[in-house]
């Protein structure tokens, strides 16, 4: 089935470093989505992506798309202790739209 | 409603026993999803209604598993005989239209003991 992949799965930096996510689909997705989770909280969307190679920023944080729209970014700029959670990629199969496929998340530390 | 609520907020059943679980959406919400978070694990996929119809259930892992909206707004997720592997955490999603963002309560966790 279709499998959507995130690398790496834990990651330790020091507040200040920056920080990348990477996103793997088997197949070709319609969109993608990023998420985070607080330790103990509920997943929060971040940001939608749909166009092919699109790339979007919020203030630290910048989403890209891939060309082929099957692999996708996080990268946050400058790390703060408050970007500490797991950051999920989810996808729409582009033949279906109903159903979400997640990623299994990168859980971010972040030493003072 | 001011977001996606879910209750209980936590629940310990004993092994056998039924379990309910609530779900309200967020009001005007058509899609609802409801998935299962284990510990350390991303959300997998348990079912999905458009309205009050239950379009995709493919991802409910026995026939112990049930979930309705009748109406098309409140929706439960019924375990049958439940077992010690059901302990997880249940987010219930909900959005407009689907797909799109989809709006996460804060979740049900379960412990089956």
């Known amino acids: 089935g279709q499998q959507v992949m995130q690398i790496p799965q834990y990651q330790h930096v020091q507040e200040g470093e920056d920080f990348t996510t990477y996103c793997n689909s088997s197949t070709t997705l319609s969109n993608i989505q990023w998420y985070k989770q607080r330790p103990g909280g509920h997943p929060v969307f971040l940001i939608q992506l749909v166009k092919s190679g699109e790339v979007k920023k919020q203030k630290r944080l910048t989403f890209q798309f891939g060309e082929a729209k099957k692999n996708s970014s996080l990268h946050i700029t400058a790390t703060q202790t408050t970007d500490v959670g797991t950051y999920f990629c989810a996808g729409y199969n582009a033949g279906n739209n109903r159903k979400l496929i997640w990623g299994l998340g990168t859980s971010l530390a972040v030493n003072p | 409603g001011a977001g996606v609520s879910q209750s209980p907020r936590y629940k310990v059943a004993k092994r056998g026993q039924d379990v309910a679980l609530r779900c309200d959406p967020i009001s005007g919400h058509v899609s609802l999803f409801w998935y299962q978070q284990a510990l350390g694990q991303g959300p997998e996929f348990l079912t999905y209604?458009?309205?009050?119809?239950?379009?995709?259930k493919s991802g409910l892992p026995s026939d112990r598993f049930f979930a309705e909206r009748p109406e098309g707004s409140v929706s439960t997720l019924k375990i049958q005989r439940t077992q010690k592997e059901d302990s997880a955490v249940y987010l219930c999603a909900s959005s407009y239209p689907s797909p799109g963002t989809q709006y996460f309560g804060p979740g049900t966790r379960l412990l089956v003991l």
């Open positions: 209604f458009q309205n009050e119809a239950q379009l995709d």
